[in-house]
């Protein structure tokens, strides 16, 4: 015999419960910040194709405000933020990106017809959050070539970057070579070496009547 033979009741009303549990999960069940739109392969062919970047010396029309349609959006911390920044940029720090405040202010943009730019210290800090934000449908994210660096280098004549590619190359955070120099007061491999002269102590007499 079957237990729900024994007790049809509180089977029921046993099932009736864990019915009303997964029907109150899937209705209280949170949809998803963000979804991914583009697999890895079409992320990284995307990284190839112009469009996706903005150069340098379109930000003159961008800091002349001669334009309202882009939107800077500076991706370092507030402290460097406040230390310089491009004008008029935002701060959206790397760490608070995926925020649901953030990612609801650039579908706003989007829907609006915004380009947004990323920006970090170099390329290399933007390249992370630009994927990121494509993958997830933001079409209109681009990322700003040469980073706050190149720009802080030539912010006094960015049309005079057209004919530069350095924006391309970037900039060493290390100088290796400074580094692999030899140091003032370091071990010269090639100096003459002394012999070491080892000498034993001799040894004493064991005083008398020892055993």
Same mark, same amino acid.
């Given at each position: 015999?079957?237990?729900?033979?024994?007790?049809?009741?509180?089977? $029921?009303?046993?099932?009736?419960?864990? &019915?009303?549990?997964?029907?109150?999960?899937?209705?209280?069940?949170?949809? !998803?910040?963000?979804?991914?739109?583009?697999?890895?392969?079409?992320?990284?062919?995307?990284?190839?194709?112009?469009?996706?970047?903005?150069? !340098?010396?379109?930000?003159?029309?961008?800091?002349?405000?001669?334009?309202?349609?882009?939107?800077?959006?500076?991706?370092?911390?507030?402290?460097?933020?406040?230390?310089?920044?491009? !004008?008029?940029?935002?701060?959206?720090?790397?760490?608070?990106?995926? +925020?649901?405040?953030?990612?609801?202010?650039?579908?706003?943009?989007?829907?609006?017809?915004?380009?947004?730019?990323?920006?970090?210290?170099? /390329?290399? %800090?933007?390249?992370?959050?630009?994927?990121?934000?494509? %993958?997830?449908?933001?079409?209109? &994210?681009?990322?700003?070539?040469?980073?706050?660096?190149?720009?802080? %280098?030539? +912010?006094?004549? $960015?049309?005079?970057?057209?004919?530069?590619?350095?924006?391309?190359?970037?900039?060493?955070?290390?100088?290796?070579?400074?580094?692999?120099? !030899? +140091?003032?007061?370091?071990?010269?491999?090639?100096? /003459? +070496?002394?012999?070491?002269? &080892?000498?034993?102590?001799?040894?004493?007499?064991?005083?008398?009547?020892?055993?």
């Amino acid at each position: 015999m079957h237990i729900h033979e024994l007790n049809p009741w509180r089977t $029921l009303i046993a099932l009736s419960a864990f &019915v009303v549990l997964l029907v109150v999960g899937f209705l209280t069940m949170q949809k !998803p910040l963000m979804a991914y739109q583009l697999t890895m392969d079409e992320s990284i062919k995307e990284l190839t194709e112009s469009e996706l970047y903005f150069y !340098p010396w379109d930000l003159e029309a961008v800091i002349a405000k001669e334009t309202d349609t882009i939107i800077l959006f500076d991706i370092r911390d507030r402290f460097v933020f406040g230390q310089g920044h491009i !004008p008029g940029a935002e701060n959206l720090s790397a760490n608070d990106l995926t +925020k649901e405040e953030n990612i609801a202010r650039l579908e706003e943009l989007k829907e609006k017809g915004f380009t947004v730019v990323l920006y970090g210290e170099d /390329e290399l %800090q933007g390249n992370g959050p630009l994927m990121l934000f494509r %993958q997830v449908g933001f079409s209109n &994210v681009k990322l700003l070539l040469g980073g706050y660096n190149y720009y802080f %280098q030539h +912010k006094d004549d $960015l049309y005079s970057t057209v004919d530069d590619d350095g924006y391309l190359k970037g900039f060493a955070r290390f100088d290796y070579a400074d580094m692999a120099a !030899p +140091k003032e007061g370091a071990l010269n491999s090639g100096a /003459e +070496k002394k012999e070491v002269q &080892v000498q034993r102590r001799e040894k004493t007499n064991v005083a008398a009547g020892g055993c």
